[in-house]
């Protein structure tokens, strides 16, 4: 059976791709049970140090597949789709391993919960994105989990609440998108982020994401004594004084790749 999520291995970065066209990329189970494996086999590569996830077609992904979403009245609460979504999102979300989402297209419902739950977020300017699952009468429910960690309490109120398509520049100003460009500079925009990523210290990056989500958190006091702790156990760690010396003796850390 052909698998309905691509992965490619090189120069430390894992690309995941949804390819499944014919429905746009819509979350099928199958292509969520493939997306699975391949998450998994990318957090389990210990070459692999940035994982991209991108789109085939025109279409970056169209929320969940609807005829599977379909219940006979005697199955209600048994929608598969949403059985399947949850463990999609807090794998990506939980990542060690910084992950950037190359948007190649439009994103609808679903599809946005995937563009939340990643680090990076960077779309072609033409695309357009909608939450719109209130225009067919069920709720952003699983997805307003990463995605209200991304925007801002009003901006989602007004697109949960009308369905309203918005375009990649309001994308960027209300949090879910990290960058709107031109479609002839998505590559090279992807390639800066995932270069810049390659470069930090793979213990750095893990620790640094969970600290941007969950130091905001704290009393300020106790913050201030976290990373006060926080600071001397990585000046002292192993992967620290490698980066020192590395910055010292005018060299690339040991854990840049070759050709990052």
Known sequence: MTRLVHMEVGGGVATLTLDSPANRNA????????????????????????????????????GADLKEQRVERTDVGAAPVTASFPEILSLIWESPKPVVCRLNGTARAGGLGLVAACDFAVAPDSAKFAFSEVRLGVAPAMIAVPVLRRITARAAGEYFLTGELFDAARGVEIGLLTRAVPEAELDATVAHYVDMLLRGGPEALAITKR??????????????????????????????????????????????????
């Open 211 to 260: 600290l941007v989500r969950e130091l905001p958190e704290l009393p300020f006091d106790e913050g201030l004594r976290e990373m006060a702790r926080l600071s001397a156990e990585r000046f002292t760690s192993a992967e620290g004084q490698e980066g020192i010396r590395a910055f010292m003796e005018k060299r690339p850390a040991a854990w840049i790749p070759l050709n990052p």
């Open 27 to 62: 979350l099928s189970v199958r292509l969520l049970g493939d997306l699975e494996e391949r998450l998994n086999r990318a957090l389990a590569d210990r070459g692999v140090r940035v994982i991209v996830l991108t789109g085939a077609g025109p279409v970056f992904c169209s």
